[in-house]
Antibody, heavy 121, light 107 residues
């Protein structure tokens, strides 16, 4: 069974940094693109970033470009999201999600349970 | 960016009703359209990918259709466990974008 478990969320002050992790199991992790998708409280879904299976290709939403960095360690079957210069509008539940073999034209299945990031002073 | 617009925003229906949700893209996205179901406090779940392909394990009462800019998700006979929020998502080009969601409520 495919399983994704996020960790690393919490309360952080504006301007601070946080690193999220997503531990994967049940599939050949290195073969699949992975994404982060977030959901602000009571709001809809926003794709944040994606990374290819090898880690050699990445993409970001404009809202996080230059502040967030996606990476992966295929030996540890773990996906990361380094978040710097955090803003109040980054407050959200962050989900990791498994993509397709190619980084193009991705749908997300399955999703992890999510980890809450709250940016507030 | 490609904008995705769902209608209606809220839908009230009885158990057993046939329900249709519409999603419109701001430009043609071929068939790169996916549908998700989200229940309160839970992660979204993929229902339909590539406009009309049913994800494994999803009941056959769910179906998707459309291409270009206009798409629909149909639930042929609404069940109690189907009350949730439904989102469409375009995977034609990044940034991949979602519709604002359609909440299906009990009437």
């Amino acid at each position: 069974e495919v399983q994704l478990v996020e960790s690393g969320g919490g309360l952080i002050q504006p301007g601070g940094s946080l690193r999220l992790s997503c531990a994967a199991s049940g599939f050949t992790f290195s073969s699949y693109a992975m994404s982060w998708v977030r959901q602000a409280p009571g709001k809809g879904l926003e794709w944040v970033s994606a990374i290819s299976g090898s880690g050699g290709s990445t993409d970001y939403a404009d809202s996080v470009k230059g502040r967030f960095t996606i990476s992966r360690d295929n030996s540890k079957k773990t996906l990361y999201l380094q978040m710097n210069s955090l803003r109040a509008e980054d407050t959200a539940v962050y989900y990791c999600a498994k993509g397709r073999i190619t980084i193009s034209n991705n749908w997300f299945d399955p999703w992890g349970q999510g980890t809450l990031v709250t940016v507030s002073s | 960016d490609i904008q995705m617009t769902q209608s209606p925003s809220t839908l009230s229906a009885f158990v057993g009703d046939r329900v249709t949700i519409t999603c419109r893209a701001s430009q043609s996205i071929n068939n790169y359209l996916n549908w998700y179901q989200q229940k309160p406090g839970k992660a979204p779940k993929l229902l339909i990918y590539a406009a009309s392909s049913l994800q494994s394990g999803v009941p056959s009462r769910f179906s998707g259709s459309g291409s270009g800019t206009d798409f629909t998700l149909t639930i042929s006979s609404l069940q109690p466990e189907d009350f949730a929020i439904y989102y469409c998502q375009q995977s034609y080009s990044t940034p991949w974008t979602f519709g604002q969601g359609t909440k299906v409520e009990i009437k």
